[in-house]
Nanobody, 120 residues
Framework: QVQVAESGGGLVQAGGSLRLSCAAS????????MGWFRQAPGKQRELVAT???????NYTDSVKGRFSIFLDNAKNTVYLQMNSLEPEDSAVYYC??????????????WGQGTQVTVSS
């Protein structure tokens, strides 16, 4: 069993910052990647940022230059530093982890989501 737990959401004014954390635990051989999706009311879930074990990262265009993702492989934890937040960033943020519980198979596990609300 693998558990994924997010923390760090909340309410912030436009221009402010928040840091989200997400820890994977349980039966973990290695983690291939961790990252964040978000979903606003009435919109599809979209990829925000991802960090791969080899150190490479990827961001959706709307957050480039404002958000920063960091994967701590030793702690099986990913962080999302969000700066210069805009009301359009308001959404439920979901963490995912691509976990290998054995060397031969990778599965994606999801957290429950954490609410981020940016007031104008």
């Amino acid at each position: 069993q693998v558990q994924v737990a997010e923390s760090g959401g909340g309410l912030v004014q436009a221009g402010g910052s928040l840091r989200l954390s997400c820890a994977a635990s349980g039966s973990i051989f290695t983690i291939d990647a961790m990252g964040w999706f978000r979903q606003a009311p009435g919109k599809q879930r979209e990829l925000v940022a991802t960090s791969i074990r080899n150190g490479s990262t990827n961001y959706t265009d709307s957050v480039k230059g404002r958000f920063s993702i960091f994967l701590d492989n030793a702690k099986n934890t990913v962080y999302l530093q969000m700066n210069s937040l805009e009301p359009e960033d308001s959404a439920v943020y979901y963490c995912y982890a691509d976990v290998r519980s054995t060397p031969f198979r990778s599965r994606t596990h999801w957290g429950q989501g954490t609410q981020v609300t940016v007031s104008s």
